[in-house]
DNA sequence: AAAATGTGATGGACGATGTCAATCAATTTT
DNA sequence: AAAATTGATTGACATCGTCCATCACATTTT
């Protein structure tokens, strides 16, 4: 019926042979597998720093970079995290005065992130690392890896941008 | 110098507004970011099932269920997990009864893995599940959808397969 | 045959993660 | 002024991925 049923139901001794079914329709499926393949490649590349596991402090890191003074919420909404998960990162940051929390002047309820000395630093080193980043995909061309990033960052903003319309 | 670094170093007060510089350019990132908003979306969709929270689950149920027989360590391989962490997921279905496993006759170290009447059951019930998950993105064309699976079904085999070659 | 080496599967321990609900302060609405 | 809303934080809880050690079985070496 479906695309794929040709070696059904046989056992396999190699990866290689495995049929994926379903799976193999499926995107979030390969989104899920490589997000393990690729959090780990890169959580090696960063080695004992103070940003290494997890998404969020990377992300953090550079977009307090780029745009000082951004608030938490908005970070948590790039990062596809709620605000209580964002608040830790944001929180262990502090404590390794990589960022300065001040309360905003016009909504005192909102706060403006901005990055020490030391976060610049880090700043910089971390972004080198993560250019090198692209070498985990060194069997893909610069073609197919232009167009899968084009897709996904277009996947990316869409998703993001209904997540906040929701909530 | 970069492309990206045109609007640099403003507060935003909108996620639209915000630039991800070197991100942009990251496929990890969107990778990353995407398997969070996807996992979130498929854990909803399972609701309490008794596969819930985690991709190695639902890989297993539907890789044993096409190949009756397989051994934990392509389970492993397949959903990019590492042998102690697919025994795990094994050990948890199996008391719950989705699974049995047999020693191999040839082989007494390798298990052989199969599906229980009940893990049949749930596998089927899964897959419906698993193939409305592609409503979560609505906002994407069918074209859209299909050019970003075949290329992230390349890198998938890629790096299944230069995983296997290094460890 | 015995010993050494290798491989598949488990189990414990540890830190980190994501989620939910609750709280608190500040702001906006009525 | 009271009520509802919003941003941020915290505690609690379950789960996850990783590392290290262990155990059983196989294969290779001597």
């Known amino acids: 019926m479906t695309a794929g049923e040709s070696g059904s139901k046989t056992a396999v001794t190699r990866v290689e042979d495995v049929d994926l079914g379903v799976l193999d329709g499926t995107l979030s499926f ?53 605000r209580s998960a964002m608040a830790r990162i944001l929180d262990d940051m502090d404590k390794h005065g990589l960022i300065r929390r001040e309360t905003g002047h016009e909504d005192g309820r909102v706060q403006a992130l901005y990055l020490t000395e030391k976060g610049e630093a880090l700043a910089d080193e971390v972004e080198a690392i993560v250019r090198q980043s692209r070498d985990f995909f060194h069997d893909i061309s610069d073609e197919e890896y232009a167009q899968v990033l084009d897709l996904l960052r277009g996947i990316y903003w869409r998703v993001v941008k209904s997540r906040q319309a929701r909530g």
Chains 1, 2 share one sequence.
Do not use: C, Q, W, Y
């Open 30 to 82: 390969f989104i899920r597998s490589l997000n393990l393949a690729v959090t780990r490649d890169l959580d090696a590349r960063l080695g004992g720093m103070e940003v290494a596991r997890g998404t969020g402090k990377i992300t953090a890191l550079f977009l307090i970079g780029r745009h000082p003074g951004i608030r938490p919420s908005i970070l948590a909404s790039a990062a596809m995290k709620d």
